[in-house]
């Protein structure tokens, strides 16, 4: 047995319905959020599991990917161009503000690279807290050839509690406004037209008690 | 299905933003090796109701690719539910006819046989492996790139290769446990 092998062998159990698990295929809805990368990640784990051992499942889950990606792409492009004159004037007090910001409230020690690669993309805001029930501004810097960002911020035990995909390089997610206070920790990746992904270092971010 | 009579076409700007979408979804689902027949059904039926959205083809001309993206979404799900719906519509006519009316499998090549045993082997190793690791090994033996899989679910490209990895370990383990052997040690990483 080599890999190709088992490649054909898994296309073929897939193609004959051997390999889906007995019981119903999962809703469309279900594909739907997990093409968004919406649902937790348990629920995305089972949608997947099914998805990619049942023929028609995977086929339907194809064409919606590729309307994602379609919109992913276009926005993308169109907010690289946005970005070549908005951003950096919006960025450039940003920038003044949340270097100064971090380097009062962000000892080095306290960022951790998550996932290797190399750290090019600069978070700037917020600071290291901010206040909990407030909706939050996220703000990093663009990295080069980038056509989307994908922001997470994860609480103390390292759960991912927020996740947004944004074209640009500010995202204010509303449901940040119900994270509670604590500890948390922000990261951004970016995923440049060629495909490479670029990553942040990550950001411990305190929520404090109104 | 087609669009309404002529003279209640769609505006030129609107038809450019149609049309620049279907493009790049044609685009990304060739990569997915996607029946062109599936996306023109979704394209088209994201037309029809444009047109229908507004009374004039002059006011959807301002539409934007996310109001465009929108209408794809909703009209992809509605195809597929249709789909979902003719198939089981269909199972059901093939029940109701018995089982005797339905031809019986026809037993292939010697070789067809195998690779359908093999199949059944490798599927049911896959069913085995544990349930964090097992959407990875079947994404990864499907064809989706690594960086895909990662993209999808949202993890580090080391967390993906540590799954993939193990995974596809566990996968080899139980294979030979049925004793299939392995040609060369192989990874994903």
């Known amino acids: ?210 | 299905m087609t669009l309404p009579e002529t003279g209640q076409h769609l505006s030129l700007a609107l038809e450019a933003v149609v049309t620049r979408f279907g493009a790049m979804v044609r685009q990304v689902a060739r990569r997915y090796r996607l029946d062109e027949a599936d996306v023109e059904e979704v394209m088209q039926e994201v037309r029809i109701r444009l047109w229908r959205a507004r009374e004039t083809s002059e006011q959807i001309g301002e539409v934007s690719t996310s109001y465009v993206y929108r209408t794809a979404s909703t009209a992809a799900l509605d195809v597929i539910r249709r789909r979902r719906s003719r198939r089981a519509e269909h199972h059901q006519s093939v029940d109701e006819k018995g089982a005797g009316d339905i031809a019986a499998p026809v037993a292939g090549p010697h070789g067809d046989l195998e690779a359908s045993e093999l199949g059944a082997q490798v599927a049911g190793a896959i069913a085995t492996i544990p349930e964090s690791r097992r959407p990875a090994v079947r994404m990864y033996l499907a064809g989706y790139p690594r960086e895909e899989i990662a993209e999808l679910m949202g993890w580090t490209e080391g967390k993906t290769r540590n799954l993939l990895y193990r995974g596809l370990a566990d996968l080899r383990a139980r294979l030979t446990d049925l004793g299939i052997g392995w040609q060369q040690a192989e990874g994903a990483s």
């Open chain 1, 1 to 210: 047995m080599n890999e190709e092998r088992l490649r054909r062998a898994y296309a073929a159990a897939v193609e004959s319905g051997a390999a889906a698990p007995a019981g119903e295929h999962v809703t469309p809805e279900a594909i739907a959020g997990l093409a968004r990368r919406e649902g937790s990640e348990a629920e995305r784990l089972a949608t997947l599991d099914h998805v990619m051992s049942c023929h028609e499942c995977r086929a339907e889950f194809d064409l919606l990917r590729s309307i994602e990606e379609a919109r992913t792409q276009l926005e993308g492009a169109k907010g690289g161009g946005r970005r070549t004159w908005l951003v950096p004037v919006a960025l450039a007090a940003t920038l003044l503000i949340a270097v100064g910001v971090s380097r009062m409230l962000v000892r080095p020690g306290d960022d951790l690279t998550r996932g290797g690669e190399t750290s090019a993309l600069t978070l700037l805001q917020p600071g290291a807290q901010a206040v909990a029930g407030d909706s939050l501004t996220f703000v990093w810097s663009p990295a080069p050839g980038a056509r989307k960002y994908a922001l997470e911020v994860l609480d103390a035990g390292g759960s991912v509690v927020l996740m947004a995909e944004v074209p640009d390089t500010v995202a204010t997610p509303s449901v940040s406004a119900g994270l509670p206070p604590g500890e948390y920790k922000w990261w951004v990746r970016a995923t440049t037209s060629d495909a490479r992904t670029v990553r942040s270092a990550m950001r411990p971010l305190r929520l404090t008690p109104r």
